[in-house]
């Protein structure tokens, strides 16, 4: 089992910045992948940005590419989304994932969310 925990959401003008953390803990080796999803009132949890675990690969949403950068710090088992020139439409409760094999079809674990707020 992995447990992950986000922290780092809040509230921030439109053009701020915000950055996101997920702490994981558990069998951290069985993770291939982990992401950032998000999820706003009444709409479906959409992916926002990926990183392969062995080599760093990186991958995005064009709604958030320029503007977000996945990254992440293995000492730790941190995972990090710098988010920049945020919009009031990316308010939305911002998911951590992990997924065991790559490609990812699906996602094994998941954090509690944290809300981040975007004002106009």
């Known amino acids: 089992q992995v447990q992950l925990v986000e922290s780092g959401g809040g509230l921030v003008q439109a053009g701020g910045s915000l950055r996101l953390s997920c702490a994981a803990s558990g069998r951290t080796d069985s993770m291939n992948v982990m992401a950032w999803f998000r999820q706003a009132p009444g709409q479906e949890r959409s992916f926002v940005a990926g990183i392969r675990w062995s080599d760093s690969f990186t991958f995005y949403a064009d709604s958030v590419k320029g503007r977000f950068t996945i990254s992440r710090d293995n000492a730790r088992n941190t995972l990090y989304l710098q988010m920049n020139s945020l919009k009031p439409e990316d308010t939305a409760v911002y998911y951590c994932?992990?997924?065991?094999?790559?490609?990812?079809?699906?996602?094994?674990?998941w954090g509690q969310g944290t809300q981040v707020t975007v004002s106009s």
């Open positions: 994932a992990a997924a065991k094999i790559w490609p990812p079809n699906k996602y094994d674990y």
